[in-house]
């Protein structure tokens, strides 16, 4: 999948962002949820996507427990680990 051009002005990324234009919203979707055994290119692409953002920290936050997806640059797998983490470490 390329999507070249269709990132936002300082790598902001939400549905709010992308103004109904459903081409991008489906291509952003694919992307982000891509599956990290069948598609890993996708999932690297999303997680560097991720790596630009302006609100990367706000939305590894709001999808901390999300069990699916790249959020804030994590994948699911990685969020786990960032919450086992958190909770041995006492910062929940």
Avoid: F, Q
């Avoid at 990324?13 to 991008?24: E, H, M, S, V």
């Avoid at 055994?37 to 609100?55: F, M, N, Q, S």
């Amino acid at each position: 999948m390329d999507i070249e051009g269709a990132l936002l002005p300082d790598g902001a990324c939400g549905p709010d962002a992308w103004n109904g234009n459903i081409l991008l919203v489906k291509s952003m979707v694919d992307l982000m949820y891509a599956d990290p055994v069948e598609e890993p290119d996708l999932v690297a692409e999303a997680v560097a996507i991720c790596h630009t953002c302006v609100v990367r920290e706000e939305c590894l936050e709001a999808g901390i427990a999300e069990r699916y997806g790249v959020w804030g640059g994590l994948t699911a797998r990685e969020r786990d680990e960032l919450r086992r983490e958190r909770r041995r470490s006492g910062a929940a």
